[in-house]
């Protein structure tokens, strides 16, 4: 039995690449990013030969020999120092470059993805391509590790100017792809503007026309109407750019052809999915088939022990699952291979830790439509009927009684702008009705607006494919902001998840998963806690933080508090934008005075905390944690959790790989761990793990795997297992829905109006 991680350590060394390094100094607010536009002039003027930097140094494996119009103030021909941070970041820069000219021939690289030309099939419409996203590591040893995980990317062989030829519905949030270089962008929008305008940002002045004329590609203009208009798109450094249309093609999720292409048939849907839902084995390997080729093309040396985790130097261990408190004291040690079939085991034979609660909700259905028969809309009135009948049923079950607000249903105008108007409207009369019940001393005051959608909220047959709420990103949006910024959480269905209680509905009545995930979201937004931990964990709170990115704007959004039990604390909102990555120190300030309140008013102590910071964390954050927990006298751990790191852990026998839930690698010697902590069936895909790294505190590795492992079992809002700790799951969501409005700026305590 071998335990296998793809990031493999390479025979070659530091010793092997020497580095041509070049300092050209810049100013520190633009040091991470203004030499970026230095290197590319640079390696346009040397027949784009692979060329990085780093801060203020720019570096190459071969010299540069045209330098001009730039002058250094140094240069050197030697290996790098490992012990310097900057060093190592240029030899890692400088390695996939060289990997991804070598390759060249066969091969697209793009944003640190090799993409191969050429199709492995062609599928309808769609060309699916594999490719393996490439990371490079050299620690302060210089031992070198190159990671990797295999891809599929499918992209249309129509155009953009087909789609929008043929009438598509162009919607925000989906990628496009360069069909020259196959560069990937963010679609921003089909822009005002024609061919024929001057843009002044983006082109320097001039016109599309003019821009290939003056770059000697005149002929991607030859013919094209001057009227048109441009696409916008973002890349990865954050630069907006525009194109004429016929350059770019969607970039197509498998999930999006398999799940909402009407037009496209079963077996090619079926087809995708197999050849983008690999299980461990196949998907092992693809990997490592395309990795040799690619480092045997780079010359690297290698040897298959490199991709031993204990070789890199971690433990192995595959952890236990915890155990769930539940009401009645009802405790149920999880059954790792069965997490969905534990929890409603406990559901059922103890019910909701905090039970005996009543929790009241309204429907809000689907309008009147032109198509629609009176015989028809009786049938959706009693369909409807049927189900929330079920539901009331079964969560009296578990300990809540859900009390249906007296009246009709209330329709919902299926139109955009009454829609809206109509949101704001109901929004008010819950707040009404929420002060109603304040005053009645009802002891269970949220209202839960119950909104049914219509059947077919979940298909898109225009060009929609970034995947979205509901994939209905208009009604859903209007609903949480309208609601949700007057602190009413609604929970959403759609009538295709309840066709079952028709009359002449062939389906098999088995709502008990289905009825279970709407029940813990309405739960969650109620803030009823359905379980805890049985056992306490490390640390007394557990705070997640994420700072959210949408169309270029950042924001911290909420605070996520979770206990030593896994209850939820607080999700309150921190109303501040921040300028970038980094949570200013205000922010941070005002996140431990909340977390210090409410343990103040518990009269519960807070000696420790564990952070769970969304990316690779920042030096300047930790500074500021240090300082003022310090002054406290609060000790504290601050981990980067990256919820991708490009990573896969496989446990191979006999020449099989496979995954298995809670497998867990550590290092106590650089604080890095990697956690597997779900176990999909191999049609759903390989398990993807999470990297935790310690930055800062003494909390052992293994201590450290263990809280995180627990704390996935505490996504409380769905019997599906978590694959992230629920403090950085429910900050990823808060974060992006205060963005996006839709949170009040207070009142939220410990309901979770994201999920």
Known sequence: MRYI??????????????????????????????????????????????????????????????????????????????????ERKLLERVLLSDLAHQCRDFTYFDNRTLIWKDPIETIGEYEGREGLKLSCLVDRSGTIQIGFDYTVRYTSTRTLEDYIRNGANLEEECYVIDRNTHTRYEFLRIDKRTYRDIFEKELQGQTLFQYYKNNNRSYVMKGKNPEMRAILVRGTNNKKYVYPQHLLRPEIDYSRIEKER????????????????????????????????VMQKGKLSYSQKGLLASELGYEQEVLL??????????????????????????????????????????????????????????????????????LEELSKKWGITLIKEKGKAVNLEWNDHKTLDYMTKLADEEVIATKELLENKQKDTPIIPLVVLPSDSRKNHGFHLKRNYMNQPNIYRILKKELGKKTIFSQVTTMDSIEEYRSDSLRPKNPLYYHGNILLGMYAKAGIQPWLLNASLTSDAYIGLDVSREDGKNASGSVQVVSQYGSIVSCEPVGSSERGEVISKETIETIISQVKRFYDEQKRRLRHITIYRDGKGHTAEMQVFKDILGKRGITFDYLSIVKKPNRRMAIEEDGTYRTEIGLTYFSEETGIGYLTATSPHDSVGMAEPIRIERKLGNTSMKQIMQDAYHLTFMQIHTLNKGRLPAPIAYADASSTFYLRGQLPSNGIKNRLPFV
């Open 262 to 293: 009407a037009d496209i048939n079963r077996k090619t849907k079926q087809r995708t999915r197999s050849l983008s839902k690999l299980g461990a084995h196949d998907k092992m390997t693809k990997s490592l088939r395309l990795i040799e080729i």
């Open 321 to 390: 699952p915890p155990t769930l408190l539940f009401g009645n004291k009802k405790t149920i040690l999880v059954n790792s291979k069965k997490v969905g079939s534990s929890i409603t085991n406990g559901l059922r034979t103890g019910g909701v830790v905090h039970s005996n609660k009543q929790l009241h909700y309204r429907l809000v259905v689907q309008g009147r439509t032109n198509s629609s028969t009176k015989d028809q809309l009786l049938e959706t009135h009693i369909t409807i009927d049927k189900w929330r009948k079920h």
């Open 5 to 86: 991680l793809t990031d493999w350590k390479l025979d070659s060394t530091i010793h092997d690449f020497p580095l041509y390094l070049y300092n050209h100094p810049v100013r520190q607010e633009e040091v991470e990013s203004a030499n970026g536009q230095v290197t590319y002039d640079l390696r346009k003027a040397n027949d784009f030969q692979p060329i990085n930097f780093y801060q203020n140094w720019i570096a190459s494996s071969q010299s540069i020999q045209h330098q001009e119009p730039y002058s250094f103030t140094q240069s050197e021909h030697r290996v790098i120092d490992p012990t310097r941070e900057n």
